[in-house]
């Protein structure tokens, strides 16, 4: 069963992919009842058609929607207990019978979440407007097919976004005070590809060089990030799950004003990171350096650029500080400090997350 969203099941690419699978023997459905941030009737419905047609496994075909939907149909089609008792809290992923999970080809369609690379899918819980990590192991896709082409048609929002997501992923878990040199190493370099090639990815998305390079970048984030996440990703999954905002546009809105308010934790590691990047000015420089990238390549500056307000704040607030990903921010996260960098990205003014 190839598992997509309902906007790309109406691409050519889509169409492209059944056409090579029909031409070679295979026989295959398009499960497509996929929104962008799934939610757990999507999953629902998957696993059905999954049971319904006898299928022995799931191509998960797209962006990080699709990729999760289609990595969280082929762990559950065999499960009996309910999927928010796979949360990836503790050892709750001991409570899955291993041996009856669909193996997964995950081709993705976009160059960001690196979800392809990745043991976990995040689907938004309906009664709560969670974002909730479901993880196993054996989510972990057995074959990926990396094809920079498939990410050509990407218009320059989402490659924007998807890159923003890519490169929040680097950069947190290079901050992640956790250690893990190796994922420290693939994320400075994965920060140094985002750099040279997302511009040129959202300025002309057939250059196919640039969309291979982000392709590489983004199953490098989710490598690195292995390490641990921050604060970007605290505030932007609650922001995700209540405004139904773009995940990496989000982080991308989210990032300098992090970055400042983590700077007594990060300012050399971060002089260290604007070198390699030839970056002059130390941890000034690379701040300077983000808020051009984000100007250049689109991403709103404040959170009203996503049509976020105010209204919501304390809601996002303390669920920000019950995010899985909060525990790896460099300086810890207190409802006064979340809500000092949600003011800050509501205001615009990246000084006063300080
Ligand atoms: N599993 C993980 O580790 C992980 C990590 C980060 C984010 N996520 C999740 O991934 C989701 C976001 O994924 P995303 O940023 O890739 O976006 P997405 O999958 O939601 O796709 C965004 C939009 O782009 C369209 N699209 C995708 N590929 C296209 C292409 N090649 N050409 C034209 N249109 C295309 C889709 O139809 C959709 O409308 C969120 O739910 C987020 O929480 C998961
Ligand atoms: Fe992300």
């Known amino acids: 069963m190839l598992v997509t969203d309902a906007g790309l099941a109406k691409l050519p690419i889509t169409a492209t992919a059944v056409g090579l699978l029909k031409e070679a023997g295979l026989p295959v459905a398009v499960f497509s009842d996929v929104q962008s941030n799934p939610v757990e009737s999507n999953v629902e419905a998957g696993i059905a058609a999954f049971r319904k047609g006898n299928h022995d496994g799931v191509i998960a075909f797209g962006g990080g929607s699709g990729l999760d939907t289609g990595k969280v149909i082929a762990f559950m089609a065999g499960q009996t207990r309910p999927l928010w008792d796979f949360e990836d809290i503790g050892d709750w992923w001991t409570r899955a019978d291993a041996d009856t999970i669909a193996p997964i080809v995950a081709v993705p369609t976009t160059a960001g979440t690196g979800s392809e690379v990745g043991r976990a899918g995040v689907i938004t819980q309906a009664a709560t407007h969670t974002k909730k990590v479901i993880f196993h192991p054996k989510m972990m896709p057995r074959m ?170 304390e809601t996002i607030v303390e669920m920000s500080l019950v995010d899985p990903t909060a525990g790896g921010n460099p300086v810890p996260l207190t409802k006064e400090g979340s809500r000092k960098i949600f003011d800050a990205a509501l205001s615009g003014d990246v000084a006063a997350a300080a």
Do not use: W
């Open 144 to 313: 990926v097919i990396c094809d920079p082409e498939l990410t050509a048609g990407m218009p320059p929002s989402i490659t924007m976004g998807t890159g923003m997501d890519a490169l929040a992923h680097c950069f947190e878990a290079y901050c992640a005070p956790s250690y893990h040199p190796m994922a420290e190493g693939i994320a400075v370099e994965g920060t140094r590809l985002i750099f040279a090639n997302l511009p040129k990815a959202v300025a002309n998305g057939k250059d196919l060089e640039a969309r291979a390079h982000m392709m590489s970048a983004a199953a490098m984030g989710a490598v690195a990030f292995q390490k641990g996440l921050g604060a970007i990703h605290a505030l932007s999954h609650p922001v995700g799950a209540l405004y139904n905002t773009h995940h990496g546009t989000t982080n991308g809105v989210f990032m300098p004003y992090v970055l400042v308010f983590n700077r007594a934790a990060i300012e050399p590691k971060i002089a260290r990171l604007a070198g390699f990047l030839g970056i002059t000015g130390g941890f000034d420089g690379f701040l300077k350096a983000v808020l051009d990238l984000r100007k250049q390549i689109g991403v709103p500056h404040a959170l009203g650029g996503l049509g976020v307000d105010r209204a919501k704040v």
